[in-house]
């Protein structure tokens, strides 16, 4: 049996939406063919896929990242803006294949609008110019007329796009980015960057282009760009054709997470900052099993398990995690796969959907007192070879909790990592009781293959029931493999 304390009293931090972030990019079937229709012209007066949208808004995607990702690195933004059929065709250099450029700058907000999301560009830094990104920055945000703020009323908006988030490149460490550069000459190149386009607007918001959080790459960075930006940037990635090793890799989050924050925190010591960034973990995903220019992974429940460990994790260091963009959210690495006739979600969409569904203002503490795992986990076997037994014993229940500003209302997200065992878990509320019925939504595995709408993309099982709590306790029984959303509100005194 697990019993899991959850304390109102014990705030962890406010939970900032952003973490319920996305991002898409340039690579595969990800905008064409996804978010947009298959075949697509300028002619066409609706490219948009309805069904892929209903879908996406069913996740709530707060912030929207956007074109990279690696294709950032070679894109020139002006060649998508102004009428389609006059933008030209370039080639694809990081991911292959031809870009058409009918998605450009005023389609991604567009887009953003449907999805009640925040746009997040991120910048050339590999082969773009700072006068390039100087000249985006004013084409989305200016309000005097200037050449670039005109072009823009004249493409699509008299109103600026009020674009807040910037990236400072994407991953410029790496020797498969276009312009890859060593940390001290990011930091040099950045800092150029980042004190020139706040004077093209001083609202906007900057995010450095970190590594993984524990690297000497971040190091450099945080020490050198901590005055100038809002967010530092973790991307980690994880899976395993292993069990254990895929539902626990997350857990290298928390290590990231740790390490960054002491990385900040000794920074903002030493150079005296008194607001220094906090994280963005703005790529994160479950992704191990495809290499090429598609990757179009097809997702198993093990794989939704780790997605809402992911998230449990973000929700219970949320005082640092200020927003985490999944990567990606069509065909690509992600949630939902079209054909040209549908559009369906993997496993791994259900524990994202009923993350950012159920979420509250404030994280609080909910200990977690039960059995632990007792499995091998294979170190450094697969793709990403993180090691992570030093952060065990892992509970076979990972949860977290959020409350409403007033603390009327609660929300518990568990995951059940067991593998073949139900477990049964009290969910205890000190110094408050519950009233009314509780709303229980639980994801499991599929329980046929027949009713699939496409043929190799795995379904769930879905259960909403209720539970009468007994005063400051609920109890219920987590299925093996299972994730659950727990919604209850808290009783007048």
């Known amino acids: 049996m697990t019993r899991i304390a959850v304390d109102l009293e014990r705030p962890i931090g406010r939970l900032n939406r952003a973490v319920f972030g996305g991002f898409i990019e340039h690579l595969g079937r990800c905008i064409y063919g996804g978010l947009y229709a298959e075949e697509t012209s300028p002619a066409d007066e609706e490219i948009v896929r309805q069904d892929v949208l209903d879908l996406l808004q069913e996740l709530r995607i707060s912030i929207l990242r956007w074109p990279g990702g690696n294709f950032a690195s070679t894109y020139h933004w002006a060649d998508g803006i102004g009428p389609m059929a006059l933008r030209p065709r370039r080639r694809n250099i990081a991911w292959g294949g031809v870009e058409s450029n009918h998605f450009g700058t005023d389609e991604f907000i567009a887009y953003c609008r449907r999805l009640a999301a925040e746009p ?11 006068a390039e990104a100087m000249a985006w920055v004013e084409y989305c945000n200016g309000a005097e007329s200037t050449y670039w703020s005109d072009k823009r009323v004249e493409n699509a908006s ?17 020797e498969w980015q276009v312009g890859a550069l060593s940390a001290e000459a990011y930091v040099s190149e950045a800092t150029r960057w980042a004190r020139a386009l706040r004077m093209v607007d001083p609202d906007i918001r900057l995010v450095s282009c970190g590594m993984n959080g524990w690297n000497d790459w971040d190091r450099v960075v945080i020490e050198g760009l901590a005055s100038l930006v809002d967010l530092h940037s973790v991307h980690l990635y994880t899976g395993s ?45 479950v992704w191990y099993r495809t290499d090429d220019g598609s990757l179009e992974e097809r997702y198993d429940f093990s794989d939704a398990l780790a997605i809402g460990t992911y998230l449990n994790i973000f929700v219970r260091n949320c005082d640092w995690v200020r927003m985490a963009n999944w990567a990606q959210l069509v065909n690509a690495i992600a949630p939902i796969v079209t054909s040209s006739r549908v559009a369906v979600a993997q496993p ?17 503490d909910a200990h977690v007192y039960g059995p632990n795992i007792d499995a091998k986990i294979l170190e450094g076997a697969g ?25 009327s209302r609660l929300a518990v997200t568990l995951v059940n990592r067991a593998r073949e065992s139900a477990e049964l878990v009290e969910i205890v509320v000190r ?7 509780a709303r229980v939504r639980t994801v499991t595995s599929e329980n046929s293959t027949e009713v699939r709408r496409l043929p190799d993309v795995e379904g769930v099982s879905l259960e909403d029931s209720e539970l009468e709590p007994r005063g400051s306790l609920l109890t219920l029984l987590l299925p093996p493999q299972s994730f659950a959303l727990v919604e209850a509100e808290r009783a007048k005194t």
């Not at 110094?431 to 019925?437: K, P, R, T, Y």
């Open 120 to 130: 997040y560009i991120c910048l050339n830094m590999g082969n773009g110019s700072l």
């Open 383 to 407: 793709r990403w070879p993180h090691r992570i037994t030093d952060l065990a014993p892992f509970k076979v229940i990972d949860a977290a909790a959020t409350v409403t500003e007033d603390h």
């Open 158 to 174: 008299a109103s600026p796009h009020g674009v807040r988030w910037w990236g400072l490149g994407n991953e410029m460490y790496g």
């Open 241 to 285: 054709a292993d069990y254990w090793t895929n539902v626990l890799q997350p857990h290298q989050a928390e290590r990231a997470i740790a390490a960054a924050k002491a990385l900040i925190e000794r920074t903002a010591y030493v150079k005296r900052i008194a607001s220094p960034p906090r994280i963005a973990y703005d790529e994160w995903n």
């Open 348 to 364: 791994i969409y259900y524990p994202f959907a009923l993350h950012a569904q159920g979420a509250l203002d404030l994280a609080v």
């Open 431 to 437: 110094g408050a009781e519950l009233s009314g019925e």
